[in-house]
């Protein structure tokens, strides 16, 4: 007996998280926030291909022993905008779906149009733009405005999911902008409303593995900074990518916050020009700032971020906490983490913060997450504390425990060779990691230290309790 086909239904969604509820409710009681449960009408998909077995339904498909899986080795394509394809992995997985979220204006569309352009001029097949925020002469004029030209780039100005399908025809690069601003006609809702989101997103991701066409969807981001939208569109990608940056800024970061095709720790660094987005691959005017080694409470350390190592400045400010609770500000670094590291100064090296107010910020607006960042924020601190500046063409990297001892970290010799590489003298490295740094002796100073408290006489920071 073939299942019943069910009625249309409606249920209420939340716009936040994507929570559903059978019936209306004023608080999200997944994600806590108010007056967001929206309703929506849900039609029933069409019964799959089932057969009956004993009463119960199984779908065709057959289980396979590994060895027999087939697969197509990933043919990574090039974007033409070296740092993207780093992001990506190393290029364009084929029939992969790419999000791109970030702030209005941020230069979502200027990137993939540059994308796009390239690969209608490399490709044989033509790549579609699918422009459903904008209308086909503003994506034009901007084409002009970044001197892209290509017969074989397609621009459709269509907001109906349904019609775009029709539409795909040979392409096999689709940019689709924006996931918010289009609708399926099997919905019911208004665009950009959850279940329309998810809904286009599991129909793009359907399109893109039956098809092998890759899909860059754009995504807007909430006052919050999370993907507009229900959390679930990140799990229907394969790669999802954050597009950074201060709007008066010129330098933005391009961040990949999951990859089933490469790492998810990659950075890339762009500048906004006139002519479009272009890669940067000398971030040394970026993360590292002019007032290096003449103001007290800044260090540099060798951060390594997916398949990179980038230097970058650390900068503190201690002033004294007139009344009450000290405050801690941080930007890019893990507010734990600094706190922590000032309890470490403040019992083993006897540097007083309880009556100071401690402001810490990692430059070009990146977060440092790995604990390698630890002997530079302490050497910032205690530099800030006793007002001494660090010597400029020094860097340190290390972790630090609760005993103010230091830890080894992963991949030390790769970060002595970025701080050659980037002009550096001196490096204060853990004395754990000597070892894999030997053979960069005769290129850099390396200094081994085992306690915060030498890494402070190392820097002449003025130790109060120089035994530690
Ligand atoms: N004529 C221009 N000359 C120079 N830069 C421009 C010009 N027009 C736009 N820009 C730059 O491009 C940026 C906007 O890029 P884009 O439209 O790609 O952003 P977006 O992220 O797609 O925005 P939205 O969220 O509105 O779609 C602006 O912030 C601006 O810096
Ligand atoms: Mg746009």
Redesign the pocket.
Known sequence: MAPKVKAPTTQYVCSQCGFSAPKWLGRCPDCGNFNTMQEEVVRPSEPQKTENRGGMYATKTKALPLSQVGYEKFDRVKSGISEFDTVLGGGIVRGSLVLLG??????????LTQVAAHLAATQPSPTLYVSA?ESCSQVKM?CE?LGLNSDNLLLLNETCLEDIELSLGESKFVVI??VQAIYTETLSSAAGSVGQVRECAARLMRIAKSQNITFFI?G?VTKEGALAGPKVLEHIMDTVLY?EGQ?EDNFKLLRAVKNRFGSAQEVGVFE?T?SGVKSVSDYADIFLSETRGIAAGSSVTPSESGNRCMNVEIQTLISKAPFGQPRRMNLGVDYNRLVMLIAVLEKRCGIPFWNSDVYINAMGGIKLTEPSVDLAICAALASAANDVPIDKYTALFGEVGLTGEIRPVTYADKRVNECIKTGFKRVIIPAKNAKVCKKYEDKIELVPVQYVGQMIKALQLRPTNPQQ
């Open positions: 970030g702030d209005p204006g941020i230069g979502k569309s200027t990137l925020e901007r405005r902008d924006s754009i807007h597009f709007q906004m006139d």
